[in-house]
């Protein structure tokens, strides 16, 4: 493959998103239908949420040994298998007859969803030439920031007019069809060298170990009380001697099983970093927001999820755009940009109340949409900048790794907040509601007379009336705690500016090959 391409390069591009947004999609789009397949597959609620951490969990572990894999058993090859599985495995999750058959269909299928966005990434970044490469970013961007956001809408309506199998049927015809293009228009890199020497199967057996109990973790944190629980005390030890000891043996080893000695490359691990805590913001906030809009303004599930899309607007038509503005301004204006817009459209929402209007919901999220691509386009094509074409699959599995666990981290994060914020708002405004306030007084009194007025006796209407007060304090406790939680990620992105400052910009590269060219 040269970089070339002439005619072939949207096909190739075509192609390698194609597996892109089924990869970046299935993360969310099953969320709206737990509770139908929780039915229909006799689970518990903590038990159901296994379908989303099987996939999540094998995606993780298998993005940093995609280089690895590709090196070993030829990158065509494996990518043709791993869209294989993921389709193979998709239908068998659209039949499974219980849950353990369930969460086994969904861990392959994550584990071949999981090579499909970092070899889509670095087949991009080979295809399009120097002057293009922001462009190919943002294409690149429209697949993997866009599947999680519209993964519920999707998801809710297949549930609603079909069934939950749906979900994951839609991924049949077109994996196959993903297969046929890549057999046309993929080819291995001219730079690739097949490994066939002795395997680190130690490194990889540690990084197994290490991130899958970090992201077990994560997911099951707040459903077992976090540190009060042994069974999360277990995992966190496993996870931090696991991936202590994987780092070790990866600096050490020869030939290792994931090179982290890219991340002495400044420029690509402060990207990195950044990515990250783009993922954190941006899925933490797909979390918290349906849940707000359906727990306390109470939308239904399809709705809560429609009102997600002027984000994914926003983010749709900014990312074709931002490759053109990168090539004139670079990276760091663009990033700042981001990172300014989405600390002013947090705040906003961080001040919302039980009263608010549409718009008070639209404008942040078009802002969100706008900040993200900037930021999504800027970073990916700056990270990859100063990486050797060698190397280039491997960065990116690193790169899509890091962002996967910090998005389980904003989720974790989130989850923790809202839950041990609502007991303690509550708390807290409980204590200015008593039977000697003039304003609760007033209020117990009007609620009393109302419930008598629908036919209610006196003990019958103030106990209505105290339960409706209760019922009011615990929704302004649970605004407040959304509150926290969006001000936080404003927070995150304020104290995160500084380290724009170490991103290169990556224009003189791209000149400096445009001429060797």
Avoid at 17 to 26: A, E, F, H, P, V
Avoid at 175 to 186: A, P, Q, W
Wanted: proline share 4%; glycine share 8%; hydrophobic share 50%.
């Amino acid at each position: 493959m040269d970089e070339s391409h002439g005619p072939h390069k949207w096909l190739i591009t075509l192609t390698v998103m194609t597996g892109s947004i089924m990869s970046s999609l299935d993360i969310s789009i099953v969320n709206v239908a737990l509770p139908h397949m929780r039915g229909t597959l006799g689970a518990s609620v903590e038990e159901i949420t296994w379908v989303s951490t099987g996939y999540i969990l094998s995606n993780v572990i298998i993005m940093p040994i995609v280089a690895f894999l590709s090196s070993r058993f030829g990158r065509k090859n494996f990518y043709i298998f791993s869209v294989l599985l993921f389709t193979a495995s998709s239908m068998l999750c659209g039949i499974a007859w219980d849950l353990t058959s369930m969460v086994v269909f969904r861990i392959m299928q994550g584990i071949g969803a999981g090579a499909l966005i970092p070899v889509s990434q670095s087949v991009l970044r080979e295809t399009f030439p120097p002057k293009e490469q922001a462009m190919a970013m943002g294409i690149f961007g429209v697949g993997v920031m866009l599947g999680p956001a519209i993964g519920p809408t999707l998801g809710g309506w297949l549930t609603d007019n079909y069934s939950w199998p749906w979900i994951f049927y839609i991924n049949v015809p077109i994996g196959i069809i993903n297969v046929l293009l890549i057999m046309k228009f993929i080819e291995d890199p001219y730079y690739l060298v097949r490994q066939t020497g002795k395997v680190d199967v130690l490194g990889l057996s540690l990084m197994m170990v290490g991130l899958g109990a970090l992201q077990t973790m994560l997911e099951e944190g707040e459903l077992n009380d976090w540190f009060s629980s042994n069974f999360i005390i277990y995992l966190s030890l496993v996870a931090s001697f696991g991936l202590i000891l994987f780092i070790w043996r990866e600096l050490k080893v020869e030939n290792p099983v994931v090179n982290l000695r890219i991340l002495k490359d400044i420029n690509f691990s402060s990207a990195t970093f950044l990515s990250g805590i783009l993922g954190l913001a941006l899925m933490s906030s797909l979390f918290i927001l349906p849940l707000f809009l359906q727990q306390l303004l109470g939308y239904p599930a399809f709705d809560s999820g429609l009102a997600l899309i002027p984000r994914s607007v926003a983010m749709l038509m900014i990312m074709p755009l931002a490759g053109r503005i990168y090539n004139r301004v670079g990276p760091r204006l663009m990033i700042g940009i981001g990172l300014f817009l989405n600390a002013v459209s947090f705040y906003q929402l961080s001040i919302l109340s039980l009263s608010i209007g549409i718009w008070d919901i639209f404008l942040p999220q078009f802002l969100q949409g706008v900040a993200f691509g900037l930021i999504f386009v800027s970073l990916s094509t700056a990270a990859l900048s100063t990486i050797e074409k060698q190397m280039l699959t491997a960065a990116a599995g690193l790169y899509n790794v890091v962002r996967q666990v910090f998005s389980s981290v904003g989720i974790a994060l989130a989850t923790t907040i809202l839950t041990h914020g609502e007991q303690a708002n509550r708390a807290l405004l409980m204590e200015h509601i008593t039977a000697f306030g003039n304003t609760s007084a007033e209020t117990l009194r009007s609620l009393s007379q109302y419930f008598s007025s629908q036919g209610m006796d006196i003990i019958d209407a103030q106990n209505k009336a105290l339960k409706a007060i209760e019922g009011i304090v615990m929704r302004q406790a649970s605004m407040i705690s959304f509150n926290h939680v969006f001000f936080l990620i404003a927070v995150i992105f304020v104290i995160s500016t500084p380290l724009i400052f170490l991103i290169n910009d990556s224009r003189r590269e791209l000149k400096t090959e445009i001429i060797n060219e």
